[in-house]
């Protein structure tokens, strides 16, 4: 079964520094919000924090909060089969429409029966709507 949906991404943007992660992974544990995924890319003095949580309006309340810049933006979520060459398929029906994927990560379940993807595109909506096969 596939389950694809839009999801809010909450993106952080700050001076990079030691120890950011463990702050804002704190912060959110402490209110019993957990992270379905985390990026953290650093550049320069800076570091960008992608999240997907269990409650995005609240991390991004807690985060705003706490003096953190905090965008919000969709990203398209997708829980798959972790079978060998889907994720294949699922982008190269993407790019049959002339949809780019512009940013894409990916994690794998504990049982290791499926995998969620969550990618940026340049057309969200439609590709939500091609995916499910409509």
Request: glycine fraction near 8%; aromatic fraction near 4%.
């Amino acid at each position: 079964m596939v389950d694809v949906r839009l999801q809010s991404e909450l993106v952080v943007e700050t001076e990079d520094r030691v120890g950011l992660l463990a702050e804002v992974s704190r912060l959110l544990g402490d209110m019993g919000i957990g992270m379905v995924s985390v990026v953290v890319r650093r550049t320069g003095g800076s570091a960008s924090l992608h999240l997907v949580t269990s409650c995005q309006s609240h991390a991004a309340e807690a985060l705003r909060d706490t003096g953190f810049a905090v965008e919000e933006r969709d990203v398209i979520l997708m829980e798959i089969p972790n079978h060998p060459g889907f994720l294949g398929r699922m982008s190269e029906a993407l790019a049959r429409k002339d949809i780019t994927i512009e940013e894409l990560y990916a994690t794998v379940s504990d049982d290791c029966r499926s995998r969620v993807v969550i990618f940026r595109c340049s057309d969200n909506g439609n590709a939500v709507l091609w995916l499910r096969g409509r």
